[in-house]
């Protein structure tokens, strides 16, 4: 890799970073388990590297902005999440700082 | 399948012991649940080398496990800048007190063997990286448990948590201070008074070898019913002093006579100075046999004063040595940050 590619890849990480945690949450609204959550995330033009994905969860969780439940489908337990009270709060916050950073990038170009 | 149970069990061996069965478990439902997906797709179960090829590219168990501890950091962006700069102060003041305590050392066994005081000095110099090592590796360590700590427990303990003191712009040095009043011109009256000031001092330099009141006052009639004098080492670095000062107050005739006073004195001419202030100094750690003082009559008086003069001796040595050793450092330091100015002065015009 050369440096300038390895900076664009450091540069797009970054920028990625931030947008993951919205798309999760914006598609928790509704509950997945992790497996399906990354397929619908991917559907939508959203592909997330399930080693990214899954701790992701685990850090909203203990955040407060997700809750879970085992249950069990397929004869297999799963842990399914979806938004918990304070996370559609932040995620309304951050769609909002989000719409404002697209607005102001969209003026620029 | 039998693969993706070692994986899982590698897995785990990485994983943080409290959560692992939880973790291992939601893992094993999602990596269960793609593996499904993509035996429905092939219609068939994955060969042995697919299911190593995916595995593969989930990524090495070390890898995967690590994504699941809390901190990956040991002080984390927050605390960073607090981090790096106590560090630098931590090891600049380790190698001062370092420095001089070793100095002392060698000055306490003994100044008379110069091969050995050598010897010791390499030691020094030796010793210093690990002296580095061990400060950088314990300061470290408690910035890392408190990163730790706030991490734990986030916003609880302040201020741990925000690590920002309040400051504010106007308790912020004045522009210059670090290099003092030198870093500013002059007024005219100020390097008037300096010249005054250097001729005052020089006149009473040379009154002093002729009037020694001037320097000991009444203790010179005391002085005189001692069985001790001083060495004639001392008539040499009372000139150089002389000298130094005939030096320094020539140099500030000269700058008020060019005009030279409104402009800020330069570092080099700084540095110069500090050097040749080290010159008097070592002449004194250089007296022949290191003897500063002398018996007076040393046939008659060597039994019973022989000891005290010894002792004197030996503890204005130590003392000079200590001075010598703070003047190299600030002389040092003062050449560093001089080096330092320099070297970003070129690579900015760069």
């Given at each position: 890799m050369t440096l300038a590619e390895n900076i664009f890849e450091n540069l797009r990480m970054e920028l990625r970073r931030g947008c993951l945690t919205l798309a999760v949450l914006a598609q928790l609204r509704q509950e997945y388990y992790g497996y399906t959550l990354r397929k619908a995330l991917a559907s939508r033009g959203m592909e997330i590297d399930e080693n990214t994905l899954y701790p992701l969860l685990r850090r909203l969780e203990a955040q407060g902005l997700l809750i879970s439940e085992w249950r069990e489908e397929d004869k297999r337990n799963k842990r399914f999440y979806r938004l918990s009270a304070d996370g559609q709060e932040i995620f309304v916050r951050l769609l909002k700082e989000w719409n404002d950073i697209n607005t102001a990038i969209t003026n620029l170009l | 399948m039998e693969l993706l149970e070692r994986y899982l069990n590698a897995v785990r061996r990485h994983l943080p012991w409290l959560r692992q069965d939880d973790i291992i478990a939601e893992l094993r439902a999602n990596l269960e649940a793609q593996l499904d997906d993509k035996e429905a797709e092939l219609g068939r179960p994955l060969t042995k080398e697919e299911a190593e090829a995916w595995l593969k590219q989930i990524g090495p168990p070390l890898q995967v496990a690590a994504?699941?501890?809390?901190?990956?950091?040991?002080?984390g962006p927050a605390l960073f800048p607090t981090y790096a700069f106590v560090l630098r102060l931590v090891l600049a003041w380790a190698t001062v007190i370092y420095v001089i305590a070793s100095v002392v050392t060698i000055a306490a066994q003994g100044l008379g063997a110069e091969a050995s005081a050598g010897i010791s000095l390499v030691h020094i110099a030796l010793r210093l990286p690990w002296i580095w090592i061990i400060n950088a590796g314990i300061t470290t360590l408690i910035f890392a448990a408190v990163e730790r700590t706030g991490a734990r427990f986030p916003g609880k303990i302040y201020p741990l948590a925000p690590m920002t003191p309040p400051w504010s712009p106007l308790d912020l040095p004045s522009a210059g201070a670090g290099d003092g009043d030198w870093a500013k011109p002059r007024s005219f009256t100020r390097a008037l008074l300096e010249v005054f000031a250097g001729c005052v001092l020089l006149g009473w330099l040379l009154l002093v070898p002729h009037h020694p009141f001037l320097l000991l006052g009444p203790g010179e009639w005391y002085l005189h019913s001692l069985p001790y004098q001083l060495a004639p080492v001392w008539w040499t670095f009372y000139w150089l002093v002389v000298c130094f000062n005939i030096f320094e107050l020539a140099w500030k005739l000269v700058d008020l006579a060019r005009g030279?006073?409104?402009?800020?004195?330069n570092r080099a001419r700084r540095l110069a100075m500090h050097a040749l202030a080290l010159v008097p100094l070592c002449v004194l750690l250089a007296a022949p046999n290191h003897a500063l003082f002398l018996l007076k009559n040393p046939t008659t008086d060597a039994a019973a004063h022989g000891a005290t003069v010894a002792s004197a001796n030996k503890g204005v040595l130590q003392a000079v040595s200590i001075l010598v050793a703070i003047v190299l450092l600030q002389l040092l330091w003062g050449i560093g940050r001089a080096s330092l100015d320099a070297y970003r002065k070129r690579q900015a015009a760069k």
């Open positions: - | 994504r699941y501890q809390h901190q990956q950091y040991l002080i030279a006073w409104q402009r800020p004195i």
